[in-house]
C-alpha cells in the first residue's frame, strides 16, 4: 500500500448505530487530519494529530471521537450521528518539519446516515 | 464567514485553450497558497502551491500567480486537456509556531471541464 489509504469507502449508518472509519499513511509523515466535506461547501477541518497528540478540535461535537494511536494511523469513531452528518470524510497526512503544509489526502469514506 | 472563495462553482473550456481558476481570500495573514485537484472517489491531490513572498510559480503547464494587494490568486492551465477535468480546490494557510503549521483553509471548488 503506497500514500494515504481509508477504509471503508462507503459506509451506511443509522442513528444509533457505533462504527469507525480508519486512516493509515504510508509516507512517514507526523501529523494527520480529518476533514468533513459537505455539498457545495469547503472542506471543513475537523482534528489535527501532530506526534499522536490531538493539537485541534475545530468545535467538532462529542458524536465523533477521533484515535491516534501512533503516527501511521487515525480513526474516527461514530456513535449516535445524524442525518446532517452525512458526507464525505476525508484523511489527510503531513510531514511537520518542513516549512510549508502540503497534505496528502486519502480517497475518503462516503457516510450515509439513515 | 467564509476566509477563501472560489466564486465560479464551474469552467468549460475547450481543449488547448487556457484554463483560468480563479481565488480570493479575505485573511491578510495567509502566507502559503496550495491547489489542489479532486477527481470523483478520490481524494484531493496537491497541484501547486506558491509563498506569499512570490507572485508567480510554474510547473509544466500550471502557473499559479499571487496579486497580494488584491487578495487573489489564480491558476492557469495551458494548453488545457480533457484530463484536467476535475474539482480544483484553492487553500490556504497561515504561519503556525516554529514555522510549521496545520492549519488550511479550503475553498468550495471550482469544477472544469475541458472539451475535446
Known amino acids: 500500500e503506497t500514500g494515504v489509504t481509508q477504509t471503508p469507502r462507503h459506509l451506511v449508518m443509522g442513528m444509533t448505530n457505533k462504527k469507525s472509519l480508519k486512516c493509515e499513511q504510508h509516507?512517514?509523515?507526523?501529523?494527520m487530519y480529518w476533514y468533513k466535506q459537505s455539498a457545495k461547501k469547503p472542506l471543513e477541518l475537523m482534528f489535527v494529530?501532530?506526534?499522536?497528540?490531538?493539537?485541534e478540535n475545530n468545535s467538532v461535537p462529542s458524536r465523533f471521537s477521533p484515535e491516534c494511536p501512533n503516527s501511521s494511523h487515525l480513526f474516527l469513531h461514530l456513535h449516535t450521528l445524524q442525518p446532517e452528518d452525512s458526507a464525505l470524510y476525508l484523511c489527510?497526512?503531513?510531514?511537520?518539519?518542513?516549512?510549508?503544509?502540503?497534505?496528502?489526502f486519502g480517497p475518503g469514506t462516503r457516510l450515509t446516515v439513515l | 464567514d467564509q476566509q477563501v472563495k472560489q466564486n465560479s462553482p464551474s469552467l468549460s473550456v475547450q481543449e488547448g485553450r487556457i484554463s483560468i481558476l480563479n481565488c480570493d481570500y479575505t485573511?491578510?495573514?495567509?502566507?502559503?497558497f496550495l491547489w489542489y485537484k479532486k477527481y470523483p472517489a478520490e481524494g484531493p491531490t496537491f497541484l501547486i502551491s506558491?509563498?506569499?513572498?512570490?507572485d508567480k510559480n510554474e510547473d509544466g503547464r500550471f502557473t499559479v500567480f499571487l496579486n497580494k494587494s488584491a487578495k487573489h490568486l489564480s491558476l492557469h492551465i495551458v494548453p488545457s486537456q480533457p484530463g484536467d477535468s476535475a474539482v480544483y480546490f484553492c487553500?490556504?494557510?497561515?504561519?503556525?509556531?516554529?514555522?510549521?503549521?496545520?492549519?488550511?483553509?479550503f475553498g468550495t471548488g471550482t469544477l472544469l471541464a475541458v472539451q475535446p
Open positions: 489527510a497526512s503531513s510531514h511537520l518539519t518542513r516549512s510549508y503544509n502540503e497534505q496528502f
Open positions: 509516507l512517514g509523515h507526523n501529523a
Open positions: 494529530y501532530n506526534f499522536k497528540e490531538q493539537t
Open positions: 485573511n491578510s495573514m495567509f502566507d502559503y
Open positions: 506558491i509563498s506569499s513572498i512570490k
Open positions: 487553500a490556504a494557510s497561515t504561519p503556525g509556531e516554529g514555522g510549521a503549521t496545520n492549519k488550511l483553509i
